[in-house]
């Protein structure tokens, strides 16, 4: 069962840029023993902390995106965990999540376009039209009724 | 009881009941608030878009509640789950000072 997740780990400013690029590779080499792939990395470079963790006040960020199983994930949690100059790291799953944001702009957009020809319009969007469709002031006005009930709690 | 359905006399009684009730607590002029992300077709709100995040937590670091931000529920879960989330990494404050 693949997976899509994303892995961001903060590294210490202590550590050498070799380190860091030492851990990039521990991560590939787990990842392809394992039997998944990274399938991105970008280095956001050295960032200012918004709070102190052990006294630094400065952290290396790097993100990794990694197609494998759940196994694999915990594999590199766990060696994350043990190496001292990663000060902190997340790991999220975003496969499905990825998925649902595909599904809601392709349904609006096929919608829009519904209701465009509906109207005798060209189905997209033409340069100089209005903001708003005819659609968006239904919406206003349910939730108009949610913030009067809101103040009246108030 | 069919008559007394199909004069619709409840709803217009309703109507005009709240008619009152806006006129009394609400005498001066208040924005009507719209969700963010509905407004501006934000279909995924993400931990790394600090900049985003950040227009939701003022300078005492707290999440802006609902009920001032105007975020619907939907958009405000998500909100929730991506300010934890950046918190964890460091890239947004738990609390000032």
Not at chain 1, 25 to 32: F, H, N
Not at chain 2, 46 to 55: G, Q, V
Request: hydrophobic share 30%; aromatic share 4%; with cysteine.
């Amino acid at each position: 069962m693949h997976r899509k997740y994303e892995l961001v780990y903060v590294v210490s400013p202590a550590a050498t840029d070799d380190q860091v690029s030492e851990l990039h590779t521990q991560i590939e080499g787990v990842a392809q023993r394992m039997g998944g792939q990274v399938e991105k990395t970008e280095n956001w470079g050295r960032r200012k902390l918004a709070y102190e963790i052990g006294h630094q006040k400065e952290g290396t960020y790097v993100l990794e995106v990694i197609n494998g199983s759940g196994e694999l994930m915990k594999e590199i949690d766990r060696r994350l965990k043990v190496i001292d100059y990663v000060i902190r790291h997340l790991i999220v799953r975003v496969d499905q999540d990825e998925h649902v944001v595909e599904h809601r702009r392709t349904k609006r957009s096929a919608a829009s376009r519904r209701r465009r020809v509906a109207r005798g319009l060209p189905p997209e969007r033409q340069p100089g039209e209005g903001q708003r469709g005819e659609s968006g002031d239904e919406r206003d006005e349910d939730q108009d009724d949610r913030f009067d009930a809101a103040e009246d709690v108030r | 009881m069919n008559g007394r359905r199909s004069s619709g006399g409840g709803r217009g009684r309703a109507s005009k009941a709240q008619q009152g009730k806006d006129g009394a607590r609400r005498p001066m002029f208040r924005r009507r608030k719209v969700c963010k992300f509905c407004a501006e077709k934000i279909d995924d709100i993400n931990y790394k878009d600090t900049k985003l995040l950040m227009s939701f937590v003022p300078e005492r670091a707290k999440i802006v509640p609902r009920r001032i931000s105007g975020t619907c529920a939907l958009h405000q879960r998500k909100l929730r789950t991506a300010i934890m989330r950046a918190r964890q990494l460091a890239m947004l404050p738990y609390t000032s000072e």
